[in-house]
């Protein structure tokens, strides 16, 4: 594995243009930052984020399980209240609007574990060998 | 393309031609039915205030997209006098309110009138203050802004419970003026979405090209409005629903029974909530101006169907002198913000 350890981000930025020109597969290439640097997404042709596809499929398996379970509960225990039909969608909304934000966050949470690879034992570096730097990584071969 | 453009010297006959236009519809003896000139006010009334006050909003929270939009929306402050005008020229039609024959302490011809027409009045001293205020640049703009959304949330209050509540008296939702005031700001946004669609921000207008950008804040906000909006019918939904009891039901049981009406409850669903919250969940629907423009369009002709469904039941209208009048409103406040060179003090601000 080679490792380059760059000072400031206008380095680091020019190090990381420098390695994709050159033919290295951003695939293969692994960045740790001390902030936030979106140019450094562009360089490396990174697609746009597939989080919210978590949430979007959460949010309706919410919406789908609040529904399900609110008319499978009242078909296994069916009492008239009020006059109005067993299933009655108005009161079930509110469950399956409650569950759509449950499961939304949890899906994003949980994809966002999923595509951060977290938690994980192994890290690119040491976190005290390079607190304020920025560090590309390239991986050459497997294993390494 | 229009070509007509209004100054500040003709600008007061073109007022003048539209409320001799609409007396004319009205009172010209066309046809029998009474309620659209209550329903281009109450349509009207919304979208005119809530534009100012979804730019007052975005004044105070400092959001970027007002600065692109500012003198486009600024530009038909004007027409806030237009809603007591003809608050006065609907005094004849009065009698369409049940109270009107038995009046009470609160719901009486006079005291109608004058709380009503003070508020509009008050609505518009504020709004032109601010307007005035926003377009120079003035540090005291967020003061006034304030002033101009209590006039407005207070207005909008009394154009719920008076102008349309009252038409089903004894009926009564306490949310009613909530509900139409935040309407009047979803409504605002759309407003503002339909201009970046007819008549985009210029490069002229002392922006530069990546300041237009901005604009997708507004499909953001359409977005947010109708959860919100979804949320308060809901809300309201679900009590009456609930609860089931003669007095309040008969509202809605009234309105869905028969077929024209339920078709438009369920056009101003789909227009006020799943149309602009599926339309514009997607990233890049929110930064097309088209999409945008569209949903926006949607959205007012949601609202539009949405007064339809609460006055036409109480108050039977003429559908050909609705659409006329309304008509007519549009064109002129599109050839107001057309004509804002013309009747707007030069701008300094971005």
Sequence with gaps: MARFVCESREEFLDRLRALVDAGTDPENIRVRMPFYVPEALQVLGEGPDRLRFFALFGGIAGFGSGLALTIYSVLSWPIIVGGKPIVSLPPFLLIGYLLTILFGALGAFAGFLLLARLPSGRSLAADAEFPERFVIAVETGEGA | ????????????????????????????????????????????????????????????????????????????????????????????????????????????????????????????????????????????????????????????????????????????????????????????????????????????EGLAAEEVKPLRDIGLLLFGFSVLWGGLFFAQYLLLWYGNLPEEIQFIARRLESLPLRALCVLFLAANFLVPFLGLLGRRAKRSDRVVGAVAAIVLAGFFAERLFFILPAAPMPVGILLVENILFFAFWLLTVHSREYLLPAGTES
Excluded: H
């Excluded at chain 2, 005035?132 to 967020?142: C, F, I, K, Q, V």
């Excluded at chain 2, 003061?143 to 154009?159: D, I, N």
């Design chain 2, 1 to 204: 393309m229009i070509t007509v453009t209004m100054s500040r010297g003709t600008f007061p006959f073109y007022f003048l031609a539209l409320v001799v236009a609409v007396t004319f519809f009205e009172y010209g003896g066309l046809v029998a039915g009474k309620g659209s000139l209550l329903m281009t006010l109450v349509f009207w009334t919304t979208l005119l205030q809530g534009a100012i006050a979804a730019a007052a909003v975005a004044d105070l929270v400092g959001a970027r997209w007002i600065t692109v939009l500012r003198r486009q929306i600024m530009a038909a402050y004007p027409l806030l006098l237009v809603p007591p005008l003809l608050l006065i020229l609907l005094v004849p039609r009065l009698d369409l309110y049940p109270w009107a024959e038995a009046p009470g302490q609160w719901l009486n011809v006079p005291f109608f009138l004058l709380r009503n027409l003070a508020l509009l009045l008050a609505v518009y001293g504020t709004g032109r203050l601010y307007a005035l205020r926003s377009l120079r640049g003035d540090p005291r703009t967020p003061r006034s802004a304030v002033f101009y959304l209590f006039a407005f949330v207070a207005s909008q209050t009394l154009v719920a419970f008076d102008w349309v509540m009252s038409l089903e008296y004894p009926w009564i939702s306490t949310l009613f003026g909530a509900y139409f005031f935040v309407e009047a700001l979803y409504a605002g946004l759309a407003l503002a979405g339909v201009l970046c669609f007819l008549l985009p921000p210029r490069q002229g």
